[in-house]
């Protein structure tokens, strides 16, 4: 089992950046696939990007390709989203999520992520 917290929300105007952590308790935080969704009011949680268990390989929603990356260190049980170029549409409460199934490719659903943290709003003013 793992337990997450993540930090490095706030407000930030258009066009700047943010880095979020998600820092993880357990030893055994090299063995999830590590992922970053957000949810702004009104609507569906929507998957941003995700990162294998060694760090090697990311994926990234449509909607932050190019702009977000994501990196983790093992060594430090931390997970991050460099956010640069942010819009308006960025704002959302953004969660990290760990999935045990390190042997399945990168997931973009939910349900596949059994660990959740409790969330860090980002805003983005224009």
């Known amino acids: 089992q793992v337990q997450l917290v993540e930090s490095g929300g706030g407000l930030v105007q258009a066009g700047g950046s943010l880095r979020l952590s998600c820092a993880a308790s357990g030893r055994t935080f090299s063995s999830y696939t590590m992922g970053w969704f957000r949810q702004a009011p009104g609507k569906e949680r929507e998957f941003v990007a995700g990162?294998?268990?060694?760090?090697?390989?990311?994926y990234y929603g449509d909607s932050v390709k190019g702009r977000f990356s994501i990196s983790r260190d093992n060594a430090k049980n931390t997970v991050y989203l460099q956010m640069n170029s942010l819009k308006p549409e960025d704002t959302a409460v953004y969660y990290c999520a760990a999935d045990p199934k390190f042997f399945l490719p990168i997931a973009t659903i939910m349900e596949r992520y059994e660990y959740w943290g409790q969330g860090t709003q980002v805003t983005v003013s224009s």
């Open positions: 990162i294998s268990r060694s760090g090697a390989g990311t």
